[in-house]
């Protein structure tokens, strides 16, 4: 426009930086410091595409056209009885949930122990405080754009999440997106394709012709379609359902490909496009749970966004689309809502939906409400299963009956886990007895292939499903060679192909969560049950610890979502011992793993140590928490952008009659002078505190004029308090001054990197002489003259130490 416009943008610019410094707005920044002269032209390029001669244009409008009837019509997970799936355009019911991009992390395998840029779920980051780490809620539209961690327009990005969390589905919204040309028109062609389909071709292959298999109708136009790769993006959907490792680790040799016509296995293929030696500066997106991803090479990835599932409004909308009554969403809303575990369990979609299914029958024909709730991922599945067995009862079989189907199905289940395959043809249902019926409707689903109409493979509704079944068989029908060679292959497994299983597995030994289904199908086997509760009391808890390794932080979580799941609160009181330490630092928790440690500390008598910094907890996660942190000794709470609303839940952990918190950091979170007039009123009520800790929090005169009344009081017992950077200035000092005078317990008080000056000098100079129990004051980057610090400095002696 003109100057004027392009001064008074960057003033705004910087007025919300140094008011709200969030994440997305370092990463806008940094886009246009860093590409400013070229977003004009991408951004009309993503808009309106590239120029294509008619023929190529023709060839494009077809394939766009394709990929819309592929991903544009998705099937709805049938309702138990229908033979066939509710058809639901994906663009009118869609719920996006959020997606998180990193900005800075160091990730470490079991081989190399140095700081690696590659794959990791935001789960298994180890945030670099160095850096400054921050992380980027984005949209699905922005994942080839300017990423701030590799400092490019990204060419490779890996989209990570856990099971049922919404990966595929939202890649097939990318790809509707861009075939109805509302995003990315700068790719001239898409091609997608699923691990779990290129787990069937067994021979080598060019990526010719697996493109040619997959799209036929491009097979004549082919060579024209590859010249120009910059034009170009593959999609590959579900890294961890391959059968082969792609092979990414550092030092690993394998010949790539350097040509389309190069015949190669797949996985190969795919290595090749991701490392550029194939179609150099075409762009690649892949998906994976978290657990596959210790496998990849640093660099391989320029951008890593996971899916951190839905918030409470996307949860709230997907109920209101999936009951399509106002008045029966909301009703059935607010009963999950009561329910807090169900309510944090719905942050996955898939379980959203199952939860939805359940709850069904109950809200739309008035039965009144289920009882129990589930409290465990494991007991939400078996409310499926019961579900589907008392609503189905055109075709239900007998218990025994049903019994062995179920057997069948788990067998079949069991196998394709072990094996890595989820896609099964005919043959394999024969070999386990699988009669599939619209009885199995709710567990399986036909998948007719594009090619050939009369070919028919099966798949289970989703993987976790699966899971569920390949553990229930265990329990079911029990036979002690496989079960033991089962569990011999989820105990060495590093990659955590077997961590859902093991969580059912653990999870169906608790009497509470089996006796639904063993109203339907009979007793389980209590040989499993023991097994299964002998290997968890095997564990032994320091051994689990690995403090610094990220991955061993995840995979203690994995431990206590065990531990969660089993709902055996002695089993767990005696793995953890007494006064338990507990480090999570640098691992992002989402609510859901809070809802698992707040159990476990449920189950403790006491915890010595809490360290939860830069786990970015927000609202809901130390919602879930609350009840159980008055038993902690030493809490940790550092950088996790807490915000005033959360201050209520840390008072009422204070405020416990059995309160055991002696030291409290509550440091480089957001919170200001609003809350600490709640947090005033704890710290009087409390007889425990001994340290605590505000540093970087936006208290200002205003909360320190609350806190005061806490420090002048006689019953004060607080002998270290940490105020650093939390915007003092000089007319809080003589109030400071006034409370501390006539405190006797204070002995380390840090002001450092305040706005406190020369004005204020007296007061500071009262303060040093009168606080009677004082032995060390930080005063460091204030904006004290030299003078002034030579001074206060002078006040120095015997018993107390001054430092700037």
């Not at 010249?227 to 993006?233: A, G, Q, R, S, V």
């Not at 007494?578 to 859901?592: R, T």
């Amino acid at each position: 426009m003109n100057q004027a416009a392009g001064l008074g943008l960057w003033e705004c610019l910087f007025a919300l930086q140094s008011r709200w410094a969030h994440p997305n707005l370092h990463g806008m920044l940094e886009e246009i410091i860093q590409n400013g002269q070229n977003l004009l032209e991408e951004n009309l390029l993503n808009e309106n595409g590239h120029t294509l001669d008619a023929e190529l244009k023709a060839c494009q409008v077809e394939h766009k056209a394709k990929l819309c009837d592929l991903v544009g019509m998705m099937k709805e997970n049938k309702t138990p009885g229908k033979s066939e799936g509710q058809m639901f355009p994906i663009s009118n019911r869609y719920v996006e949930p959020k997606v998180i991009s990193d900005r800075h992390f160091k990730k470490q395998t079991h081989q190399e122990h140095e700081a690696l840029a590659a794959a990791g779920e935001l789960n298994e980051y180890r945030l670099q405080r160095r850096l400054k780490s921050e992380l980027e809620r984005i949209a699905p539209d922005r994942l080839f754009r300017w990423c701030f961690r590799s400092r490019r327009l990204p060419l490779s990005v890996m989209v990570s999440g856990v099971a049922g969390v919404g990966k595929t589905t939202l890649v097939q919204k990318f790809i509707f997106d861009w075939a109805t040309g509302k995003h990315y028109q700068k790719f001239a062609f898409v091609f997608f394709f699923k691990f779990r389909d290129l787990n069937t071709i067994t021979e080598k292959r060019s990526l010719e012709s697996l493109i040619c298999q997959t799209y036929p109708h491009l097979q004549d136009k082919l060579p024209r379609v590859l010249e120009d790769p910059k034009k170009l993006l593959f999609i590959f959907d579900g890294l961890d359902e391959s059968k082969t490792d792609l092979k990414l680790r550092r030092g690993e040799a394998h010949e790539l490909c350097m040509n389309p016509g190069d015949v190669k296995p797949v996985t190969v293929i795919v290595a090749s496009l991701l490392k550029q030696t194939l179609l150099e500066g075409c762009s690649v997106l892949l998906t994976s749970r978290p657990s596959k991803l210790i496998s990849l090479e640093a660099g391989v990835f320029h951008r890593v966004a996971s899916i951190v599932g839905f918030l409470s409004k996307e949860r709230e909308r997907y109920f209101s689309m999936f009951f399509g009554d106002e008045r029966v969403s909301r009703e059935a809303f607010a009963y999950v809502r009561d329910s807090q575990v169900l309510y944090t369990l719905c942050y996955n979609p898939s379980y959203c939906w199952i939860t939805c299914m359940a709850l069904k029958p109950c809200f739309i024909a008035r039965a009144g409400r289920p009882q129990p709730t589930p409290k465990t991922v494991t007991q939400l599945f078996v409310s499926y299963v019961t579900h589907i067995m008392a609503n189905h009862t055109q075709e239900r079989p007998e218990p025994q009956g049903m019994r062995d189907t179920l057997i069948s199905v788990g067998w079949l289940a069991e196998y394709g886990i072990t094996n890595h395959i989820l896609v099964f043809d005919l043959k394999y249902l024969q070999d386990f007895n699988v009669e599939f019926s619209p009885f199995l409707t709710g567990f399986l689903v036909e998948n007719p292939q594009t090619n050939d109409s009369s070919q028919v493979t099966y798949s289970f509704l989703h993987l976790t499903i699966q899971e569920f079944f390949a553990a229930l068989v265990h329990y079911l029908d029990y036979k002690e060679d496989k079960f033991r060679d089962t569990m011999a292959k989820a105990r060495s497994c590093k990659e955590g192909d077997y961590e859902i299983f093991s969580r059912f597995l653990a999870g169906l030994s608790h009497p509470a969560t089996k006796m639904p289904l063993e109203k339907y199908v009979g007793k389980f086997s209590a040989e499993v049950s023991r097994k299964v509760i002998g290997w968890l009391s095997e564990m032994t808890y320091e051994e689990l610890q690995s403090p610094e390794e990220p991955e061993g932080k995840r995979r203690l979580m994995n431990v206590f979502n065990l531990f969660f799941e089993s709902q055996n609160s002695q089993l767990v009181h005696d793995v953890m011992g007494k006064a338990a330490h507990m480090d999570f630092s640098d691992l992002y928790l989402m609510p859901v793993d809070c809802t698992v440690l707040a159990y476990v500390l449920s189950c403790c008598e006491e915890i010595q140590c809490l360290t939860l910094d830069s786990c970015f907890i927000q609202n809901e996660g130390l919602e879930r928490l609350r009840p159980e942190l008055h038993k902690v000794r030493e809490l940790s709470l550092l950088e996790n952008d807490l915000k005033d609303p959360t201050m209520k839940d840390i008072c009422k952990a204070l405020k416990h009659q059995n309160c055991r918190l002696e030291a409290l950091s509550l440091g480089n979170n957001a919170f200001t002078e609003q809350c600490c007039e709640e947090l005033a009123s704890a710290l009087v009520e409390n007889q425990t505190l001994l340290s605590l800790d505000l540093k970087k929090n936006k208290l200002r005169i205003g909360g320190l004029s609350y806190l005061s009344r806490v420090f002048e009081s006689p019953e004060c017992k607080i002998r270290k308090l940490g105020l650093q950077g939390t915007g003092l200035s000089d007319e809080s000092c003589g109030r400071l001054c006034s409370a501390l005078s006539q405190n006797s317990t204070l002995r380390h008080l840090n002001l450092s990197a305040n706005i406190f000056t020369d004005r204020c000098a007296e007061d500071m100079h009262l303060l040093i002489l009168t606080s009677p129990s004082l032995t060390e004051i930080r005063l460091g980057l204030n904006d004290f003259s030299p003078e002034v610090e030579k001074q206060l400095k002078s006040l120095q002696r015997d018993g107390l130490d001054i430092h700037f």
